[in-house]
């Protein structure tokens, strides 16, 4: 039987922790984890019915997701994953790996509080969420609540890819998110313009209309969690705007905000609009940057008007 994604937990990190410093490719984990379980061929290649990807790929991929966060492992570059010294921990203190061992963790804790998530040890669909909850809520709720967690670790994921990137990468990224948003039209200027200025405290300028009539001038910091951007980063960027007699500014980090400097940039006016972290990753998911739709569920109801003929 195809464990579920808490069980693989585990021996993910048994596997791992074999081949210390080493970063072991996603793929290989998988096939390792097949293994651990001794599943068969058909168990390997058992696909959603959707078709769009195996059973046992998910699971794993969720399991990695609760140990990242939970900074059990970390992943130093794409599709590879190291234990870290907490993970070592973890196997020494021979316990049981799953979800309530890494609720001791604040950065876990952190993760699971941002969303209004259900428990459910089968993320193959949402029929065990709708077992383990159908006399609290409905099938509809439960689907609804599936969805919200699977994008949540999405956009987790994301803001830490991005923190990630090179500069150069982050503005390009930062190009393709605004364009994708509707700025900028479609001259080559524009997806370039990003990135050039970099002058007086600008990092750089996308035209809010095709013929460049209206700009908008921007600042990004790619900050780690926690080196928040404070209100002196804010009068700076208000300074920056004053000098090129600007009317609008976009300020986006990777980190968050302090309260003070948000206090300064309402105290500033409308002028200069905030997007942190969480922000940017939500805006990249709905926008489809560093993400893509991978399958589409088509809820069906009842058609009164056809059984009233």
């Known amino acids: 039987m195809i464990p579920n994604y808490q069980q693989i937990m585990q021996p993910l990190l048994q596997e ?3 081949q210390p410093g080493q970063d072991v490719r996603v793929r290989d984990l998988v096939t390792a984890i097949a293994d651990h379980f001794q599943l068969s061929d058909e168990e390997r ?3 959603f019915a959707s078709g769009n990807q195996r059973i046992i790929d998910n699971r794993v991929a969720w399991a990695r997701t609760y140990l990242l966060k939970a900074g059990l492992i970390d992943s130093p570059k794409r599709a590879h994953l190291i234990i870290t010294e907490r993970g070592l921990e973890a196997l020494a203190a021979n316990v049981d790996i799953n979800n309530d061992y890494l609720k001791q963790f604040d950065e876990f804790q952190a993760f699971k509080n941002k969303s209004n998530e259900i428990e459910s040890t089968d993320s193959r669909d949402c029929t065990s969420a709708i077992q383990q909850s159908d006399e609290e809520i409905t099938p509809d709720e439960a689907l609804i ?4 967690r699977i994008n949540q ?10 923190r990630n990137v090179s500069p150069a990468f982050f503005e390009q990224l930062l190009i393709d998110l605004l364009l994708a948003m509707g700025y900028g039209g479609t001259g080559e200027s524009t997806a370039h313009a990003l990135g050039q200025t970099g002058d007086n405290g600008v990092d750089g300028v996308i035209n809010q209309d095709p013929l460049g009539v209206d700009q908008i001038y921007i600042q990004a910091k790619r900050y780690a969690a926690g080196n928040n951007v404070s209100s002196s980063d804010i009068r ?7 000098l090129k007699r600007a009317q609008k500014g976009l300020f986006i980090t990777t980190s968050d905000f302090t309260a ?3 206090k300064t940039a309402n105290d500033l006016g409308s002028r200069i609009v905030l997007i942190n972290g969480q922000q940017l990753a939500k805006l990249m998911l709905r926008y489809n940057i560093g993400s893509r739709n991978e399958q589409t569920l088509h809820l069906k109801k009842i058609d009164e008007e056809f059984f009233e003929g």
């Open 153 to 162: 670790a999405l956009e987790e994921e994301l803001l830490t890819r991005t």
């Open 45 to 47: 290649n058992e696909f």
């Open 236 to 242: 700076d960027f208000f300074g920056a705007l004053n």
């Open 260 to 262: 003070s400097a948000i």
């Open 16 to 18: 791992l922790a074999s």
């Open 145 to 148: 609540k599936a969805y919200h």
